[in-house]
């Protein structure tokens, strides 16, 4: 199968500053599902920043391949368009945008590009309802602005409903767990795998271990200090969990 | 000797030919006064502590030319409300009888021209037209008073309430045209009055405009400024609001190379309350001050104002807010907000809100900002695959728009505005 994300070397900074990607080496293939573990600082938002193409960050070394072409060049909504969603550690409150108006707007601009009849507000309601049953949300988040006055549950389940309707091929998930209680965080996770895929990849960014007891994934990796110190499968997380970061980072 | 002005000329010149005798005689003493008046005054310059940020240019070349008597009549699709209502059209001030529908209104209505009054009710004209002459240092309102044939007169007796909107429509096609406009609401009577202003051309409106409520009256005021793009509109309205009064303000100005709209209200009876939500739309290099003077004349009144500016291009905003609270006007209750989306580099904005306080016992607020699009909500909306054009559309429009979605309107209304809003959103780059 070919490799749906190809990094290789990247080095990436914030405009101006100091490197924070320092070397990462990475490939991610359809249906697989990557949790990508690490110290605060070892830069982990910096990568899912680059990758979803965030202004700001620049690239300095190295590639990034999506479906076989290079990344950088491409604004964020065109890398959305062409199937990379990225769930915000903090998703964005829009005063006076309606969430509904809103995710009509990205959905079809999404099958336009996919090549699909874009939909109108009677089967974009459809599809809206049968994403709902699917993640258990109640729809009166959807009659409010864009996460105006959401809990951070809300929010959070908020993203993974915009995932659910926009079928992403690369779902990158930042920090999805933070600022979640026990309950959200489960449902959450029931959410994302609901929408694992053997045509989805999923990358997962975590500081803890506890999101993987919930979302399985197939690879752990190790960042700190700007690299991969180290891969395994989830057995890795669990001895993380155990003996913590300081001996991995100190190999960096 | 008064010293003329050297830019009244050409206006005294147009006044001194256009004398009409027929005219009563309160009314010729009173053109003649306020001739004077401007002369004396000519244009405000910058050194005018309320002018000092407008810039009057694209007046100062020649004095535009007075409304020709027949001109054919103007397109008014997309630019009527498109529902009914009792309307009025009055193109270059003069009234279009082939394009309005004054006829149907109730036993205790009056609607009608300014020439109309004259014949029928002078007094309406003379009790409005004397109480707006406030004029004082305004030398627009001065030359208003002097040369205005148009505009219109509505009255409600006491107790009438309007269910349909009255609409007038200003059309003008690229003349120099001063309005005169009454609206004197009767105790416990209300209304929806919709002014548009429309045109072609490199025109100039020059409007003074009365609003009157008697005790707990109440108007809801909607004005949408949608003049020509070379044109300029001035604008001066005075309203009075007596005991426990209702005056809903919500303004909408999107044309005009420059604007001034000054709007003085009074709450000079207890309890009366004014609310004003206003956005301007400005692109190119047009230029809008914008300069609400509320005055709390008595105790318990309240009012609040939302002033929003969305400044693009080249354009020019400006605020100039006052509150002002009287000594005894306590539990007054005042709240002033301008806030400034900035677009481009080009674009500039000033804004001075302030606060006049004689009271002891009052809550007043204000405040001002600048700022420019949230750069996280635009990348956010870019992130689901929004392109960049059209989220910031989204967000200049969700900006502005909540003007108009908490002034809680009627559908229709609300509809109408949205379209005028959208169609400059279309526009911009």
């Known amino acids: 199968m070919t490799n749906l994300l190809t990094i290789e070397n990247l080095h990436a900074r914030i405009s101006g500053g100091r490197d924070i990607l320092k070397g990462i080496d990475l490939t991610v293939k359809a249906g697989e599902v990557h949790a990508i573990m690490g110290p605060n600082g070892a830069g982990k938002s910096t990568l899912s920043s680059v990758l979803a193409g965030k202004p700001g960050y620049e690239v300095t070394v190295g590639s990034v391949l999506y479906q076989g072409n290079e990344l950088q060049g491409l604004g964020p909504d065109e890398r959305a368009r062409e199937g990379i969603f990225l769930a915000f550690q903090y998703p964005v409150e829009i005063p006076g945008v309606n969430n509904m108006y809103f995710l009509r707007a990205a959905l079809n601009a999404v099958r336009k590009q996919r090549g699909e009849a874009e939909l109108d507000a009677a089967q974009f309601m459809k599809a809206v309802k049968a994403k709902l049953s699917l993640l258990d949300i109640s729809d009166d988040l959807l009659k409010r602005p864009v996460n105006v006055g959401f809990s951070g549950g809300e929010k959070k389940r908020n993203e993974i409903f915009q995932m659910a309707m926009l079928e992403p091929k690369l779902a990158i998930l930042d920090e999805t767990d933070s600022g979640l209680d026990i309950d959200a965080l489960r449902a959450v996770a029931n959410g994302v795998n609901r929408l694992r895929d053997p045509g989805r990849a999923i990358v997962m960014i975590t500081h803890y271990q506890r999101l993987l007891d919930y979302i399985e994934p197939d690879f752990v990796h190790v960042l700190a200090d700007g690299k991969i110190v180290a891969s395994g499968d989830k057995t890795l997380a669990t001895d993380l969990e155990a003996r913590g970061y300081a001996h991995l980072a100190s190999a960096a | ?429």
């Open chain 2, 1 to 429: 000797m008064t010293v003329i002005k050297p830019e009244a000329a050409p206006y005294i010149a147009a006044y001194r030919a256009g004398v009409d005798t027929a005219e009563p005689d309160w009314l010729r003493a009173r053109r003649e006064a306020a001739i004077e008046q401007f002369a004396t005054l000519g244009f405000p310059t910058r050194n005018d502590e309320a002018w000092r940020f407008t810039n009057l240019r694209p007046l100062a070349g020649a004095a535009l030319p007075l409304a020709a008597a027949s001109l054919p009549n103007p397109a008014i699709d997309g630019i009527a409300l498109g529902v009914p209502t009792y309307r009025l059209v009055l193109h270059n001030g003069i009234p279009v009888p082939a394009l309005s529908s004054t006829q149907a209104l109730p036993a205790g209505v009056w609607f009608g021209t300014v020439a109309e009054v004259l014949n029928v009710r002078p007094e309406l004209l003379k009790s409005a037209f004397v109480s707006s002459d406030f004029a004082g240092n305004q030398p627009f309102a001065a030359l208003n008073a002097a040369m205005f044939r148009g505009g219109f007169v509505l009255t409600l007796e006491p107790g009438v309430k309007l269910e349909a909107p009255v609409e007038i429509i200003h059309f003008n096609s690229g003349t120099a045209t001063h309005t005169r406009c009454a609206i004197l609401v009767g105790e416990g009577a209300s209304a929806t009055v919709v002014e548009m202003f429309s045109g072609v051309g490199a025109g100039w409106s020059n409007v003074v405009a009365q609003v009157e409520l008697g005790d707990g009256a109440n108007l809801r005021h909607i004005k949408i400024q949608s003049e020509a793009a070379e044109s300029i509109h001035l604008s001066v309205t005075r309203a009075v609001l007596a005991s426990a009064a209702t005056y809903s303000d919500l303004i909408l100005s999107l044309g005009g190379r420059l604007t001034r709209e000054d709007i003085h209200v009074a709450l000079s009876g207890q309890g009366a309350d004014y609310t004003l939500n206003a956005a301007n739309l400005l692109r190119d290099q047009q230029e809008t001050t914008f300069a609400p003077f509320v005055e709390h004349q008595v105790a318990g009144c309240t009012s609040r104002q939302t002033v929003k500016a969305v400044v693009a291009e080249r354009a020019h905003g400006v605020f100039l807010g006052t509150i002002a609270v009287h000594p005894g006007a306590d539990q007054t209750d005042a709240k002033q907000t301008n806030r400034n989306l900035l677009l481009d580099a080009g674009a500039t904005v000033d804004t001075r809100p302030e606060l006049e306080i004689y009271a002891d016992d009052v809550k007043c607020s204000h405040g001002a900002t600048v700022g420019d699009l949230d750069d996280a909500a635009f990348f956010y909306l870019q992130a689901r695959g929004i392109d960049p054009h059209t989220a910031r559309q989204m967000l200049v429009e969700a900006f502005a728009a909540d003007i108009i979605d908490t002034a809680n309107v009627s559908e229709d209304l609300s509809a109408y505005l949205h379209n005028h809003l959208s169609t400059w959103l279309g526009g911009l780059g």
